[in-house]
T-cell receptor
């Protein structure tokens, strides 16, 4: 089944403890992206990647890192999480970088930083 | 990048047609218009996409006027299961400096 898989679905951690949220897609998509969703703010893009070894900042990249060493994986790294990074996170992918390629989203990771 | 404006919320009764309009005054020549549906605690799901005029699929229709400065998502005969947030997304991703920006969406509540 074609899908975008995020892990974990739920994560509770403490301030300053490094964590990684994994994202994997099995559709050979070139484009991958991370979003965070907060009440009243909609979906905001954190980082995106147009292909392997090509990443770029979105609207809210501060406090996050990403890597794209393989086409299928696009992990989101929080080196030193803070409570303001408590949010619902979504990974997405699409076949190409062209504007007519719809995004496929994962089911989300709910992160709580205390 | 084209910014979008949608109503924050809409209510409808079951069986009615619902039209959600999105404004995108700064849309560029190579921008497509894409609509997504999101249920609580799930990732957004693609509904429909268009460039101009009218597009129809098994789920919805998308109407785009000639100037492309707005678009209307039309959901025929909604049911309770159509209660969700609907996002209008406009923009290309051909450039390395083009983040893909979602608006705040329209929360549709369908009432029995």
């Amino acid at each position: 089944e074609a899908q975008v898989t995020q892990n974990p679905r739920y994560l509770i951690t403490v301030t300053g403890k490094k964590l990684t949220v994994t994202c994997s897609q099995n559709m050979n998509h070139e484009y991958m992206s991370w979003y965070r969703q907060d009440p009243g703010l909609g979906l905001r893009q954190i980082y995106y990647s147009m292909n392997v070894e090509v990443t770029d900042k979105g609207d809210v990249p501060e406090g996050y890192k990403v890597s794209r060493k393989e086409k299928r994986n696009f992990p989101l790294i929080l080196e030193s999480p803070s409570p303001n990074q408590t949010s619902l996170y979504f990974c997405a992918s699409s076949p190409t970088i062209n504007s007519n390629s719809p995004l496929h989203f994962g089911n989300g990771t709910r992160l709580t930083v205390t | 990048l084209a910014k979008t404006t949608q109503p924050i919320s809409m209510d409808s009764y079951e069986g009615q047609e619902v039209n959600i309009t999105c404004s995108h005054n700064n849309i560029a020549t190579n921008d497509y218009i894409t609509w997504y549906q999101q249920f609580p605690s799930q990732g957004p799901r693609f509904i429909i996409q268009g460039y101009k005029t009218k597009v129809t699929n098994e789920v919805a229709s998308l109407f785009i006027p000639a100037d492309r400065k707005s678009s209307t998502l039309s959901l025929p005969r909604v049911s309770l299961s159509d209660t969700a947030v609907y996002y209008c997304l406009v923009g290309p991703r051909n450039s390395g400096n083009t983040p893909l920006v979602f608006g705040k969406g329209t929360r549709l509540s369908v009432i029995a």
